[in-house]
């Protein structure tokens, strides 16, 4: 608690940045954690955790593919793709098996139950993008969406620059 008596991260009635020093930064951790506990409730039904749904999307949109190759699309390391990967085949979504071309690359893909969740997931999706920005203006989306790429693509950069 700061000393106005609010919990980190809260903003006061105002909608003033808890960490007025930080606005950017704190405006995209606190839009990630609000998207993302939205996603959990929507796919909580399904039984699916956020994240996985994505792997499911990637799959339906471009068909099977290497494990290593979904990982770099997610923008996970391995073995978070693994994990997320063995969970969903024992859930019977996705399958996992050697490529005929090398024995060393692991090909993951949907099942019928899988293209029947991914096609669900789309659902889900389609009313969690119309709850975040069903309020916003066309225009508001378009500038919206340019400045979080443009933002990522600043961090991308940085990630491999040593400080």
């Known amino acids: 608690m700061d000393p106005q008596g609010k919990e980190a991260g ?3 009635s105002q909608g003033q940045c808890a960490a007025p020093d930080f606005p950017v ?3 995209i951790v606190a839009l990630a954690h609000s998207h993302r506990a939205l996603a959990a409730q929507l796919l909580r ?3 699916l955790y956020p994240g996985q749904e994505i792997i499911l999307l990637q799959l339906w949109q471009q068909g099977c593919q290497s494990q290593n190759s979904l990982g770099r699309a997610l923008r996970v390391d391995h073995s978070t793709i693994a994990k997320s990967v063995r969970r969903l085949e ?3 979504l996705v399958t ?3 490529s005929p071309e090398d024995g060393r690359i692991t090909v993951v893909s949907l099942t019928t139950v ?7 997931v789309r659902e889900v999706w389609t009313e969690l993008e119309h709850l975040t920005s069903g309020g916003l203006t066309e225009q508001e989306k ?3 969406t340019a400045l979080a790429r443009k933002i990522q693509a600043m961090a991308d950069a940085s990630l491999h620059c040593e400080p």
């Open 114 to 120: 899988g293209l029947e969740a991914a096609s669900k």
């Open 25 to 27: 930064s704190f405006s």
């Open 10 to 12: 809260e903003q006061g």
């Open 142 to 144: 378009t500038a919206f």
């Open 45 to 47: 039904p399904m039984g």
């Open 90 to 92: 024992c859930s019977g």
């Open 96 to 98: 996992r098996s050697r």
